[in-house]
């Protein structure tokens, strides 16, 4: 089965290496140039807004899954091919992983490792089969 779409998980800061800036423009691109619609978190904000807008760049499809919460502190990305509002993290966490086939993590903080993580234990729980 060939991929359709891939999750990137990801900081909402640029952090501190200018590489991961490069690796997330490199990986939008990528997906792009692939016909692989990106799945991401619908931030506008750090490497998050990277990856979303180098794959818009280069005609890609992208969407974002986003909390109420954090669309109000007006982080959320505007010009996406879609972005959901969920009501909260672990909706945010479900929808990502229902519209995606497989998921990437770049460089980021708790956040990006903890929705890796629960992703990872999803699949040893049997709960999915993706990669």
Same mark, same amino acid.
């Given at each position: !089965?060939?991929?359709? %779409?891939?999750?990137?998980?990801?900081?909402? %800061?640029? *952090?501190?290496?200018?590489?991961?800036?490069?690796?997330?423009?490199?990986?939008?691109?990528?997906?792009?140039?692939? +016909?692989?619609?990106?799945?991401?978190? *619908?931030? @506008?904000?750090?490497? !998050? +807004?990277? $990856? @979303?807008?180098? @794959?818009?760049?280069? *005609?890609?499809? $992208?969407? *974002?899954?986003?909390?109420? %919460?954090?669309?109000?502190? #007006? &982080?959320?990305?505007?010009?996406?091919?879609?972005? #959901?509002?969920?009501?909260?993290?672990?909706?945010?966490?479900?929808? !990502?992983?229902?519209?995606?086939?497989?998921?990437?993590?770049?460089?980021?903080?708790?956040?990006?490792? /903890?929705?890796?993580? /629960? &992703?990872?234990?999803?699949?040893?729980?049997?709960?999915?089969?993706? %990669?």
């Amino acid at each position: !089965m060939a991929l359709q %779409s891939i999750c990137v998980f990801c900081g909402a %800061s640029p *952090g501190a290496n200018p590489e991961y800036r490069a690796a997330a423009e490199h990986l939008g691109r990528y997906l792009a140039e692939q +016909g692989i619609r990106l799945v991401y978190g *619908g931030g @506008a904000v750090g490497l !998050m +807004g990277v $990856v @979303a807008d180098a @794959a818009l760049a280069a *005609g890609g499809e $992208v969407i *974002g899954i986003i909390p109420q %919460s954090l669309k109000r502190a #007006e &982080v959320g990305h505007s010009g996406l091919t879609r972005l #959901e509002v969920v009501d909260g993290m672990h909706a945010r966490k479900a929808r !990502m992983a229902e519209l995606s086939d497989a998921f990437i993590a770049l460089p980021g903080g708790l956040g990006t490792l /903890e929705e890796l993580f /629960e &992703v990872w234990t999803w699949g040893q729980l049997g709960y999915h089969a993706k %990669s």
